[in-house]
Nanobody, 121 residues
Framework: QILETGGGSVQSGGSLKLSCEFPRGFFSTYDMGWFRQTPRKQREWVATITESGDTIYDDSVKGRFTVSRDNDAAKIFLQMDNLEPEDTAIYYC?????????????????WGGGTQVTVSS
């Protein structure tokens, strides 16, 4: 199963680093990324890291979040700095991703349990 870890509760301005581990046969060297969901919104795309290591971010997190990957370990990561209360959500990882206009969606319709991030003001 896809396993997201690293969530927690922090104050505004704090940092967290999320990790995502994929089953060996599930990991792709293609575009992988992070999503998040709140009770009020559908799951939304946050960040993508391409096969070549290029990174793409939603405007809401650009400059604050950094996505990275370790292909040998079948993992991707999300360093989140200067967190804001609006970042509070359950965070999920998945891939391969495909571009959909200005955002990305996952080709797979199988998701892990996510990891909760709570940011207080």
């Amino acid at each position: 199963q896809i396993l997201e870890t690293g969530g927690g509760s922090v104050q505004s301005g704090g940092s967290l680093k999320l990790s995502c581990e994929f089953p060996r046969g599930f990991f792709s060297t293609y575009d992988m990324g992070w999503f998040r969901q709140t009770p009020r919104k559908q799951r939304e795309w946050v960040a993508t890291i391409t096969e070549s290591g290029d990174t793409i971010y939603d405007d809401s997190v650009k400059g604050r979040f950094t996505v990275s990957r370790d292909n040998d370990a079948a993992k991707i990561f999300l360093q989140m700095d200067n967190l804001e209360p609006e970042d509070t959500a359950i965070y999920y990882c998945n891939g391969p991703l495909q571009r959909s206009g200005s955002t990305f969606t996952s080709i797979r319709d199988y998701w892990g349990g996510g990891t909760q991030v709570t940011v207080s003001s």
